[in-house]
């Protein structure tokens, strides 16, 4: 092995490139049987109860199936009670089972029992963001409208009208609010940070993650956390191939004559019409985020080995930034 390629290696490790897939879907017609199980449902039990299921796609005809009560994350769900099953497809018919919880999935509908022998009914749903297709207001900075990436340095358009992944913008920006909508590959062999992996990075420096987190828990890994530092209050990330949003209300960190930072960069995050990050502070940069400093930055979209795209992006200018 040579030099040269070792050092490829190297790099390729340390960004922590995603490693290929040939099961990567981005055509819900080409998806496959597991895409039209996969899914959110919403229903009621005998007794009247309000249950809602996240059914996450895992390769192969198998599932995880998450019983959340009182409905869906951002619609009812407490963030806390929910029950996990085990859910299979054999001989065309998908049947789950755990904690006692037993049923079957057919035709969009999830049907069953819990383990008090009480039944219940879903239906499939597929949920839309408040916020998508909202149009920039009066004054706004429009990046990108499906009908040109000029706004880009490394901007692809892909599929016609979309923004691949890796763009970088050619401005700056201090503070700002940000509008944009992305949608996620269908991976269901894929794990953990190699599922649809990107990020929003604010000024180069601030992570957003981007990641096909659907039904997870919604950890400081995932997706709408502030990358490895905070948490999304609520995991809000709809199932791959549906089209999500962020709102992003940014505040850039501040720094006194000396150059010493005296107050942390800020952030509101809407994703999906959720506030998952109220004002938090961020108290460096984030992974591979650019240092810190008291200058403006550009925004990332991050190239990490996925075909993620993005649509509908545009930023109002608080302060700060080019003006041109």
């Not at 659907?214 to 990330?237: H, R, S, W």
């Not at 501040?254 to 150059?259: K, L, V």
């Not at 190239?303 to 993005?310: A, L, R």
């Amino acid at each position: 092995m040579n030099r040269c390629l070792i050092l490829m290696l190297t790099a390729g490790l340390a960004l922590g490139a995603a490693k290929p897939s040939a099961d990567v879907f981005l055509d819900p017609e080409k998806a496959g049987p597991d895409f039209a199980v996969q899914g959110e449902y919403v229903g009621e039990t005998a007794g009247k109860d309000k249950l809602a299921a996240q059914v996450v796609a895992e390769g192969d005809g198998k599932f995880t199936v998450y019983f959340l009560t009182s409905g869906l994350p951002g619609d009812g769900w407490d963030g806390k009670a929910k029950v996990k099953a085990a859910a299979h497809t054999a001989d065309g018919k998908t049947t789950f089972e755990g904690a006692g919880w037993k049923g079957d999935i057919t035709d969009g509908k999830l049907t069953g029992a819990r383990a008090d022998g009480v039944e219940f009914a879903l239906s499939r749903v597929v949920r839309k963001s408040p916020t998508e297709g909202t149009k920039p207001p009066e004054g706004a900075l429009v990046l990108f409208d499906g009908k040109g990436a000029g706004e880009w340095k490394d901007g692809r358009i892909v599929e016609g009208d979309l923004l691949a992944e890796g763009a970088t913008t050619k401005k700056t920006f201090q503070d700002f609010k940000l509008h944009l909508e992305f949608r996620l590959p269908f991976k269901p062999k894929s794990r953990g940070q190699e599922r649809g992996n990107s990020g929003v990075y604010l000024q180069r420096r601030y992570e957003i993650q981007v990641l096909d987190s659907f039904g997870l828990a919604g950890d400081k890994g995932e997706c709408g956390a502030i990358y490895q530092q905070t948490p999304p209050a609520v995991n809000m990330c709809f199932p791959p191939l549906s089209w999500q949003t962020y709102d992003i209300d940014f505040r850039a960190a501040r720094y006194d004559a000396d150059g010493n930072k005296k107050a942390d960069a800020v952030v509101t995050v809407i994703q999906n019409g959720v506030k998952v990050h109220d004002k938090a502070e961020i108290k460096k940069q984030t992974g591979y985020g650019d240092k810190e400093k008291d200058t403006p930055g550009v925004l990332n979209l991050q190239n990490h080995g996925n075909p993620v795209v993005f649509r509908n992006v545009w930023v109002v200018v608080r302060s700060g930034g080019d003006k041109n």
